[in-house]
């Protein structure tokens, strides 16, 4: 594949980091990736779904959580669109709760590429001081992720919603289509969600139904990484290995983010070098220690990766089965 | 069906390919498949020990790791131990990325194994080396044949079970082979495997060192996945130029773009091209992404256009060479995989829909279904779930198209029911349709000659007005016994008929039709020709037919004109015409002997809005012929007079 010429600089320039992890050239110990030609293939497969949507749906929006998954999906977006600007508002569902690096990087991004940025928090949950330490992780995760993003889609009235979910994330995902249908409760039925053939997407739906869009369907974790490499997305600092203030629960390594977090009896926080493979609510949100500080030392330890990406997460442990049971219930 | 044809528009690069597998519950597929996974040390450790846990607790590999386990998903089918749907996994080697589109063996087959295919390069095919080649493992070849699929591999699993035998292997690659040639498809390759044990999957093993081939992973990550052009090391790739129209891009008043996937060919700037369908023609200026104008882009490609000239391009519209223009109509005849619960009802009208180009359309004959078993195509009226059937696809607007054959994109199609937005049918499109003579356009030269008589001195001279009587209803219902009696009363009252039965239609004006949904369609449209000419003399006709198509009907209304049309339906129970079949025509349908006959094997759409609903089981012939005088009588196109009491 051909490789373009750069004839529009400023457009280049725009989509290099400025600050936050940082690509760094092709290092020797990173194994060698796939060919450009699968990302090539994988980036013209996603903005081919980016663009139907656009051109099928009314009233589109992005979900945007702010993670390497995000990152990439709004880079395709604006590849998608170029040389307009994107043309839906991307939303963030705040629990109030993640990473405090999180939000100052999704505040950065929004002034930087330029993009409507919403963000909407469940006042009610707010209200009752819903946490993860004193509710549960089920509990918690219904009220402040679940409920808060319905409430942002009604008051919206998107009739599709972007999603940076892949199916290679976790067994229930291997069967979810690119277009997802939900009723008018926003429920998923895995039973009767529509046939996808060629690439001949049915958006049609009543009002008050919506699809949910998956466009890295088919991306596999180490797809993500070697694209953004490729393509120098910035992605927040907290994929890299830094020293950071954990404790060391159950077996996960959580991060002491805030003056919030609760210590159990007897814990203390340590300084290690962790990393995180995916980004949410710190106190539910696992870290790795590793010592990968650049995207190439994370490439070649994914290479070497014994567990998968969500293991991380304490939503998916709560019992087998357990993603399905919450996308049928509205999760993403 | 289902040649070994190669359809452009999905092209890919050697790096990824895209695998359908297919076989049955209990040919192991999803255990070769967690085979392939788990070799080629896919599986993080994490995922491997659920599967350690859930092995013991719900597998069903008798005390081995269920592999089966990595590719089944979703809770239910956990509990049933069967697949539901289609999945995609994803697994790596050095050499190759690998998507797995994992579709059942079970019911709902054809549905999942079409939608998987629609995206696949080549399919694995198993066959359990115990039972041998099964009628299944022809159904397997033939819809991936049918759906662009060309490469195949055929799995010979459960060597283990075969005592690892060379000669049990080689008389199933011999019936492999055969049945490939009989159904026209490109010879696949056979490769003996154990997905429990694993030899041949990723190793060899040591149970089968009289094979010399490559394992089954070897051949995946090697084989040249024909049916795709190769890319060169441009990228560059052969072909005619189709760029579908996605989306207009106008971000101001200075810049208008056209955002599109190139699915055959390479758009390049500067290139003269054409635009369907208005067919102007203009030229590519700047092909422009986002890491800056391109000169050109090839096959698969997701780009945005600029085109030298001012024209109007929409939505749907495809760019195409001027070379090899894409074809163009509003009748297609398409091959069609129904995924609907309900079945598919001649005369429907559902929304068709091919990327951009979205349109309605109403199918207006079933040409035949797939059988299956046999592997031929039988007469069908109606397409269930699940059926492969031959569809005649008439649209409200121009599609633009090529034949499925040539380009997968441009090839096919979805239809969407209107109602429940459901998508109901996958489409194959084969070539365009023949109109129907319902439809077809009299030479420009020719005029219709005038009479000089007009229909007031007519209806003076003759003492009536002109009507068309159209006696429906099922074979034994009566049509021809009333139409006999109604023309000996109105004849009685001085009144000029001419009557027009099916059956002697069929010994001479329609001698050339058999009773096919088409055949009985042009037997309908020549007698409503025939009644039109009838009734433009002044005289009343009477038509006795069964014709079973609610549309046909109506197209008759229409052709003869509403205010001249009179519906009378022949109403008695099923039972009772069966009763007055004295040549036996209903035992002959009930034995097969007669297909399509409305009824028993085909449907008689009962008349919604009938002007007359004759229960001729329960009134007599006088009592019918009396009704249908008094509503002539009413509508003043016989005057009013005493009825003869013979």
């Given at each position: 594949?051909t490789?373009?010429?750069?004839?529009?600089p400023?457009?280049?320039?725009?989509?290099?980091?400025?600050?936050?992890?940082?690509?760094g050239?092709?290092?020797s110990?990173a194994?060698?990736g796939?060919?450009?030609?699968?990302?090539?293939?994988?980036?013209d497969?996603?903005?081919h779904i980016?663009?139907e949507?656009v051109?099928q749906?009314?009233?589109?929006?992005?979900?945007?959580?702010?993670?390497?998954?995000?990152?990439?999906?709004?880079?395709?977006?604006?590849?998608a669109?170029?040389p307009?600007p994107i043309?839906?508002?991307l939303?963030?569902?705040?629990?109030?709760?993640?990473f405090?690096?999180?939000?100052?990087?999704?505040?950065?991004?929004?002034?930087?590429?330029?993009f409507?940025?919403?963000?909407?928090?469940?006042?009610?949950g707010?209200?009752?001081?819903?946490?993860?330490?004193d509710h549960?992780?089920?509990?918690?995760?219904d009220?402040?992720?679940?409920?808060a993003?319905?409430q942002?889609?009604?008051?919206g009235r998107?009739?599709?919603?972007f999603?940076?979910?892949?199916?290679?994330?976790?067994?229930?995902?291997?069967?979810e289509?690119?277009?997802?249908?939900?009723d008018?409760?926003?429920?998923w039925?895995p039973?009767?969600?529509?046939p996808?053939?060629?690439?001949h997407?049915?958006?049609?739906v009543?009002?008050?139904?919506s699809?949910r869009v998956?466009?890295?369907?088919n991306?596999?974790?180490?797809?993500?990484?070697h694209?953004?490499?490729a393509?120098?997305?910035?992605v927040?600092?907290?994929?890299?290995?830094a020293p950071?203030?954990?404790?060391?629960?159950d077996?996960?390594?959580?991060?002491?983010d805030?003056?919030?977090?609760?210590?159990?009896?007897?814990e203390?926080?340590?300084m290690?070098?962790?990393?995180?493979?995916?980004?949410g609510?710190?106190?539910l949100?696992?870290?790795?220690e590793?010592?990968?500080a650049?995207?190439?030392d994370?490439?070649?330890?994914?290479?070497r990766?014994?567990?998968?990406e969500?293991e991380?997460?304490?939503?998916?442990h709560?019992?087998s089965?357990?993603m399905?049971?919450?996308?049928?219930e509205g999760?993403? | 069906m289902?040649?070994?044809?190669?359809?452009e528009?999905?092209?890919?690069h050697?790096?990824?390919l895209?695998?359908l597998?297919?076989g049955?519950v209990?040919?192991?597929?999803?255990?070769?498949?967690?085979?392939?996974l788990?070799?080629?040390r896919q599986?993080h450790?994490?995922?491997?020990?659920?599967v350690y846990?859930?092995?013991a607790?719900?597998?069903?590999?008798?005390g081995?790791?269920?592999?089966?386990l990595?590719?089944?998903?979703l809770m239910?089918?956990?509990?049933?131990?069967?697949t539901i749907?289609?999945?995609?996994?994803y697994?790596?080697?050095?050499e190759?990325s690998?998507?797995?589109?994992?579709?059942?063996?079970?019911?709902?087959?054809?549905?999942n194994m079409a939608?998987?295919a629609?995206?696949?390069?080549l399919?694995?095919i198993?066959v359990?080396?115990?039972?041998g080649v099964?009628?299944?493992t022809?159904?397997h070849?033939?819809i991936?044949g049918l759906?662009?699929?060309?490469?195949?591999?055929?799995?010979?699993n459960k060597?283990?079970?075969a005592?690892?035998?060379e000669?049990?292997?080689?008389?199933?690659?011999?019936?492999?082979s055969a049945?490939?040639?009989?159904?026209?498809?490109?010879?696949?390759?056979c490769i003996p495997?154990?997905?429990?044990?694993?030899?041949?999957v990723?190793?060899?093993?040591?149970?089968?060192s009289?094979?010399?081939?490559?394992?089954l992973?070897?051949h995946?990550?090697?084989?040249?996945?024909?049916?795709?052009?190769p890319?060169?090391?441009?990228?560059?790739?052969?072909?005619r130029?189709?760029?579908?129209v996605?989306?207009?891009?106008r971000?101001?008043h200075?810049f208008?773009g056209f955002?599109?996937?190139?699915?055959?060919?390479?758009v390049?700037a500067g290139?003269?091209?054409?635009?369907?369908?208005?067919?102007r023609?203009?030229?590519?200026e700047?092909?422009?992404t986002?890491d800056?104008?391109?000169?050109e882009?090839?096959?698969?490609r997701?780009?945005?256009?600029?085109?030298?000239?001012e024209?109007d391009?929409?939505r749907?519209?495809?760019?195409?060479?001027l070379a090899?223009p894409p074809q163009r109509?509003r009748?297609?005849?398409?091959?069609v995989?129904w995924?609907?619960?309900?079945?598919l009802?001649v005369?429907s009208?559902y929304?068709l829909?091919?990327?951009g180009?979205t349109?309605?359309?109403?199918?207006?004959?079933?040409?035949?279904?797939?059988d299956?078993?046999?592997?031929?195509s039988v007469?069908a009226?109606?397409v269930?779930?699940?059926?492969?059937?031959?569809l005649?696809?008439?649209?409200d607007?121009?599609?633009i198209f090529d034949?499925?054959?040539?380009n997968r994109?441009?090839?096919?199609?979805i239809?969407?029911d209107r109602?429940?937005?459901?998508?109901?049918?996958?489409?194959?499109i084969e070539?365009a349709?023949?109109a129907?003579?319902?439809?077809?356009?009299?030479?420009?030269?020719?005029?219709?000659q005038?009479?000089?008589?007009?229909?007031?001195?007519?209806?003076?001279?003759?003492?009536?007005r002109?009507?068309?009587?159209?006696?429906?209803?099922?074979?034994?219902?009566?049509?021809s016994?009333?139409?006999?009696?109604?023309?000996?009363e109105?004849?009685?009252?001085?009144?000029?008929?001419?009557?027009?039965?099916?059956?002697n239609?069929r010994l001479?004006?329609?001698?050339?039709?058999?009773?096919?949904?088409?055949?009985r369609?042009?037997?309908?449209?020549?007698?409503?020709?025939?009644a039109?000419?009838v009734n433009?003399?002044g005289?009343i006709?009477i038509?006795?037919?069964?014709?079973?198509s609610?549309a046909?009907?109506?197209?008759?209304?229409?052709?003869?004109?509403p205010?001249?049309?009179?519906?009378?339906?022949?109403?008695?129970?099923?039972?009772v015409?069966?009763?007055?079949d004295h040549?036996?025509?209903?035992?002959?349908?009930?034995r097969?002997?007669?297909?399509q006959?409305?009824?028993?094997?085909a449907?008689y759409?009962?008349?919604?809005?009938?002007?007359?609903?004759?229960?001729t089981?329960?009134?007599d012939?006088?009592?019918?012929?009396?009704?249908i005088?008094?509503w002539l009588e009413a509508g003043?196109?016989i005057?009013a007079?005493?009825?003869s009491e013979?």
């Open positions: 594949m490789r373009p010429t750069r004839s529009v400023e457009a280049a320039a725009a989509s290099r980091p400025r600050r936050g992890a940082r690509a050239p092709s290092g110990g194994p060698a796939p060919s450009r030609g699968r990302l090539q293939q994988l980036e497969e996603s903005v980016i663009r949507v051109a749906f009314r009233n589109p929006v992005m979900l945007y959580s702010i993670g390497k998954d995000s990152s990439v999906m709004l880079h395709l977006a604006r590849k669109f170029h307009g043309p839906f508002p939303l963030h569902v705040d629990t109030t709760w993640k405090r690096e999180m939000i100052s990087f999704r505040d950065r991004m929004a002034r930087e590429v330029g409507e940025l919403l963000v909407h928090t469940n006042s009610d707010v209200a009752a001081q819903v946490n993860p330490f549960g992780s089920l509990h918690y995760t009220v402040m992720k679940t409920q993003l319905k942002a889609l009604e008051a998107y009739d599709a919603a999603g940076g979910a892949r199916r290679d994330e976790e067994p229930s995902r291997a069967k289509r690119v277009f997802s249908f939900r008018r409760n926003h429920r039925d039973k009767n969600q529509r996808e053939l060629w690439n997407y049915n958006g049609r009543a009002p008050g139904e699809i998956f466009p890295l369907s991306w596999t974790e180490l797809d993500v990484w694209y953004i490499a393509e120098h997305i910035e927040v600092p907290l994929y890299l290995a950071r203030p954990v404790v060391e629960r077996g996960t390594l959580l991060m002491v805030d003056e919030r977090f609760r210590f159990e009896a007897g203390q926080p340590e290690r070098s962790v990393r995180f493979r995916t980004l609510c710190y106190p949100t696992g870290a790795v590793s010592r990968a650049t995207l190439d994370v490439i070649a330890e994914m290479a990766a014994s567990r998968s969500r991380g997460r304490v939503i998916d709560d019992r089965g357990s399905e049971q919450k996308k049928r999760y993403f | 289902g040649p070994a044809a190669v359809p528009g999905t092209g890919r050697p790096d990824l895209r695998l597998t297919c049955s209990d040919d192991g597929k999803s255990t070769l498949i967690g085979r392939l788990h070799d080629s599986l450790d994490d995922r491997l020990a659920a846990k859930e092995s607790l719900a597998g069903h590999a008798g081995h790791l269920d592999l089966a990595l590719a089944d998903g239910a089918e956990r509990e049933q131990g069967i749907d289609v999945a995609y996994l697994f790596s080697t050095p190759r690998f998507i797995i589109a994992d579709t059942p063996g079970h019911e709902q087959y054809t549905r939608t998987g629609s995206t696949a390069d399919a694995v198993l359990d080396a115990v039972r099964t009628t299944q022809r159904r070849s033939s991936a759906m662009g699929v060309s490469a195949a591999v055929v799995a010979v060597m283990d079970l005592g690892y035998d000669t049990r292997f080689r008389s199933i690659a011999a019936e492999v049945m490939a040639g009989a159904l026209g498809l490109a010879e696949p390759v495997v154990s997905a429990l044990h694993g030899d041949g990723v190793e060899p093993g040591a149970n089968m009289w094979y010399d081939g490559p394992c992973l070897d995946l990550e090697h084989v040249d996945a024909a049916g795709h052009p890319a060169g090391a441009s990228g560059l790739v052969g072909g130029l189709r760029l579908p996605q989306l207009v891009l971000p101001d200075r208008r955002a599109g996937t190139v699915c055959e060919g390479t390049r290139d003269r091209v054409r635009v369907e369908p208005s067919g023609t203009t030229a590519i700047r092909i422009v986002f800056g104008d391109l000169e882009a090839g096959t698969g997701a780009v945005v256009v600029t085109t030298s000239d024209i391009i929409g749907g519209d495809v760019i195409v060479d090899y109509g009748r297609v005849t398409a091959t995989v995924m609907s619960q309900a079945d009802v005369g009208e929304l829909a091919q990327g180009q349109m309605n359309c109403r199918v207006s004959e079933v040409l035949g279904r797939l299956v078993d046999t592997l031929e007469p009226d109606a269930r779930l699940n059926d492969i059937a031959t005649t696809v008439r649209t607007t121009e599609l034949p499925y054959t040539q994109t441009t090839g096919s199609f239809l969407i109602a429940s937005n459901a998508t109901v049918a996958a489409g194959m070539a349709a023949p129907a003579a319902w439809e077809a356009v009299p030479g420009p030269t020719l005029e219709r005038r009479s000089s008589i007009t229909s007031a001195e007519r209806a003076q001279r003759l003492g009536q002109p009507v068309t009587l159209l006696l429906t209803g099922l074979t034994g219902a009566g049509k016994t009333i139409a006999s009696a109604l023309e000996r109105l004849f009685e009252r001085g009144c000029t008929t001419v009557r027009l039965d099916g059956e239609m001479g004006v329609s001698r050339d039709l058999g009773f096919s949904s088409r055949d369609s042009e037997n309908v449209r020549r007698t409503a020709e025939l039109r000419l433009d003399q005289l006709a038509a006795a037919l069964v014709a079973p609610a046909v009907r109506e197209r008759a209304r229409e052709l003869i004109g205010d001249r049309f009179v519906e009378v339906f022949l109403d008695p129970p099923l039972e015409c069966r009763s007055r040549a036996g025509l209903y035992e002959a349908a009930d097969g002997e007669i297909r006959f409305p009824g028993v094997s449907p759409d009962k008349p919604a809005d009938a002007d007359l609903v004759l229960d089981s329960r009134l012939v006088d009592a019918c012929v009396r009704a005088l008094a003043r196109f005057p007079g005493g009825t013979a």
